[in-house]
């Protein structure tokens, strides 16, 4: 299996695990405040990590230090987003809205960088496209505006992470950079934001039943601390930008999760969206090039 095969998996497996955490936040935030429990689920992941990895911690230098701080910082932004998305709209709705990243990250790749998309991210970014709108919109293609509020700062945190995807990609390619403790220190970094955050803004208070204990403990340890390593050390061997495309199938599982958990049942036009966003993962691993050498070959 190749690297970046194997980096897409690792990937898959993140995806997966925010799924399953939008449902997880919309059951924590019946008890928690949204900083309260992001800075719960942070600093948690990040105080796990550190006491189980100290010694692949301790000889962190500036640049990751310096790195994860800018990560960390964006990530506040993300989460902001996210959390209040998910407090005032839909399950679907804001799993399938943070999906819009896929198109932020090749727009400000272009705008910051000149970075030209290879044509296949293109056709994937425009299928992942068709199928947010198919997900999202209602069944005459409008905006549904009970949603609206939490449907802006779902949109607002993807705009975020694709920053925070783009700051990741250029961190990781540095030699000096190591990978797994960028992961680990960024969790600090927006954990320590969280709280100051929940502190100036909430009342902070401790998970008040042992369901919603079980809820903040999965999505700190899977949804945060393993995800946030995991993407950190899989972005060396992939692009910002196909990360992206990946990260589609967020809204998708996250809809499987509302659907069987949360009783929110999805229309036909929905369900296609999920397939063509699902057939867009699949064309960022065709290798076209490989394919067009070989047909010139077979023509001579």
């Known amino acids: 299996m190749k690297t970046q095969l194997k ?32 800075a719960f689920r942070f600093l948690g992941a990040f105080i796990v990590a550190f006491v189980f990895m100290f010694k692949k911690l301790k000889t962190v230098n500036k640049t990751t230090l310096k790195y994860s701080l800018l ?9 902001m987003g996210a959390t209040f998305g998910v407090k005032y709209t839909a399950l679907s709705n804001s799993g399938f809205l943070c999906a819009l990243t896929v198109i932020f990250v090749p727009i400000l790749e272009m705008i910051l960088f000149r970075k030209m998309p290879q044509k296949k991210i293109v056709l994937a970014v425009t299928m992942s496209l068709i199928g947010i709108m198919l997900l999202t919109l209602k069944d005459d293609f409008s905006v549904n505006m009970s949603n609206l509020k939490g449907d802006i700062l779902c949109i607002i ?13 250029k961190a990781v390619s540095h030699e000096e950079v190591d990978a797994f403790q960028l992961g680990v220190f960024q969790l600090g970094v927006t954990g320590a934001f969280m709280l100051a955050l929940s502190l100036i803004f909430e009342t902070p208070h401790l998970p008040s039943t042992p369901g919603i204990w079980g809820s903040v403990i999965f999505l700190s ?13 899989a972005q060396q061997y992939t692009s910002a930008a196909h990360v992206g495309v990946i990260f589609t199938l967020e809204p998708v599982f996250a809809a499987i999760v ?32 490989k394919k067009e050498e070989g047909d010139s070959e077979s023509e001579e």
């Open 221 to 233: 340890l899977f949804c945060t601390g393993l995800a946030f390593i995991v993407q950190a050390i």
């Open 71 to 79: 990560i960390g910082f964006t990530l506040v932004f993300v989460y």
């Open 7 to 38: 980096a897409d998996m690792m990937l898959i497996l993140v995806t997966l695990c925010w799924g399953v955490s939008y449902y997880l936040m919309d059951v924590s935030l019946s008890d928690m405040e949204p900083f309260t429990l992001n």
């Open 258 to 289: 509302a659907f069987f958990f949360a009783g929110e049942v999805l229309t036909a036009k929905s369900y296609l969206g999920a397939v063509i966003m699902t057939a867009a993962l699949f064309v960022t691993e065709i290798d076209f090039g």
């Open 157 to 169: 945190g993807a705009v975020a992470y694709a920053v925070d995807l783009i700051f990741t990609e």
